[in-house]
């Protein structure tokens, strides 16, 4: 292993594929990180051996540390309002490998819609929420993991700002004090590594193949048959390029590795198409300010050349936006006579159904608009009528259990049952336990 001048800077020796830009500017940040810590100026949250680190590689050959266990969910707006069997289905992957996780009850937003979408932000505030995030991470002492691309990218960018703009860290750290959010020497915490979720699917791809033959395939679930069309966030990959993560196992590592390496390890078919680079349409400022752009290139460019030009049966995204955008757009499609019917979710919901996942109980499949039904017959599960029988009767029984104020029982039913709550789950047997900040101050004047 090649290493830099800073210990949070290494590269792979030899190349782990071709690379086409060998100069990062990211090494810089990393230079320049290691010397605000030297200088007592910034705390790095360091990726321990506690959380299971797996290295990954970047489109420069940037070793990044993924880390795997132990982790800090910092949830989505968007998933946990609009699309809930997405980290429904984190957490599911995350109890059946045994790891220790914080389902973080004191999170606030990243404020990116306002930065994307009404301008009213700005790089103080931007940096201020995330280095409270951030402190509130490390304060429980898991590690986080950003479950939103945009949280993602905006974080990479606020962690530049911040690295290279003193007159930034000079401006948020009395906020941060009034919040109680610097250490106790006056310094700001910063983590090692920014982390999305799709990088920790990627990390721990072989161990969900591996559940997928175990389990998956007891089940009578078969994706080899699965066409599938990926898609890439934009602000995942395209925000700070040099900070994702690439494979030689994918395109010889010319393009995006996560999402598309666990859907090759999990054997089904990864059909390429030629509009893959471009945006869902979503953008964040398009949906808010240019709507009919988001609709015309939602439907033009990408789903009519998915549908008609590889007849894909699904569409992976990665992202909270992208996954909203190609299913709402389908029906709105379908209102103006420009239909284009394909299955669509995250990497790790369809991860999730092909391990043996309930489709409705934790992939939550109900919540879905666009026609995943032939994609659930075509992967074997062709008892999802029934299951969503199952789901519904479950509906049912929760209404009455929290109607009546049974609350014990409410809990208890969920442990039975699987079901996603809201608590950090332990490796030994998996027992329920309180949110490590539970009686922690969220503020400290």
Request: charged residues 25%.
């Amino acid at each position: 292993m090649g290493h830099g001048k800073s210990p949070y800077l290494r590269y792979a020796d030899p190349e782990p594929f071709p690379i086409l830009n060998k100069h990062s500017h990211y090494d810089h940040l990393f230079e320049e990180m290691h010397e605000l810590e030297e200088k007592g100026e910034i705390l790095v949250f360091k990726i321990t051996e506690e959380n299971k680190p797996v290295e990954v590689f970047t489109r420069t050959g940037r070793i990044k540390t993924v880390p795997t266990a132990k982790l800090w969910h910092h949830k989505s707006c968007g998933q946990c309002g609009n699309i809930p069997g997405y980290p429904a289905s984190i957490f599911w992957f995350m109890n059946k490998f045994g790891y220790d996780y914080l389902n973080e009850p004191h999170q606030t937003s990243c404020t990116a819609w306002n930065y994307h979408g009404s301008g009213t932000s700005n790089p103080v505030a931007l940096a201020a929420v995330w280095l409270r995030n951030m402190h509130q991470a490390w304060k429980t002492g898991y590690y986080p993991l950003i479950h939103c691309g945009t949280s993602f990218g905006s974080y990479k960018e606020t962690r530049e700002q911040l690295i290279f703009n003193k007159e930034l860290r000079d401006a948020v750290k009395p906020i941060l004090k009034k919040l109680g959010r610097l250490t106790e020497d006056g310094r700001i915490v910063i983590p090692q590594e920014v982390v999305h979720y799709s990088e920790w699917v990627h990390a721990v791809r072989n161990k969900i193949a591996e559940l997928y033959e175990k389990e998956g395939k007891a089940k009578g679930i078969d994706v080899s048959n699965v066409r599938v069309a990926i898609h890439n966030a934009c602000h995942t990959w395209k925000m700070m390029a040099d900070d994702y993560p690439y494979d030689a196992e994918v395109y010889n590592g010319q393009r995006p590795a996560a999402s598309t390496a666990v859907v090759k390890a999990l054997g089904a078919q990864v059909v390429d198409y030629s509009t893959w680079y471009d945006c869902c349409g979503f953008g964040f400022r398009h949906i808010l300010t240019e709507r009919e752009f988001t609709r015309s290139f939602a439907i033009q460019r990408k789903l009519k050349v998915i549908a008609e030009e590889i007849k894909a049966d699904l569409i992976v995204t990665h992202d909270t936006g992208c996954t909203t955008t190609f299913e709402k757009n389908q029906w709105i499609g379908k209102a103006h006579g420009m239909y284009h019917p394909v299955a669509v979710m995250s990497d790790v919901m369809f991860s999730a159904l092909a391990c043996g996942a309930h489709p409705f109980k934790i992939v939550q499949l109900y919540w879905n608009c666009s026609n995943y039904e032939p994609l659930l017959e075509k992967m074997g599960i062709t008892n999802w009528k029934d299951l969503r029988k199952e789901w519904e009767d479950t509906v049912k029984q929760i209404a009455e259990l929290e109607k009546e104020g049974k609350y014990d029982e409410l809990m208890e039913f969920f442990k039975e049952y699987d079901l996603y709550e809201p608590y950090s789950k332990t490796s030994d047997g998996f027992k329920r336990k309180r949110s490590a900040s539970a009686d922690m101050p969220l503020f400290k004047s």
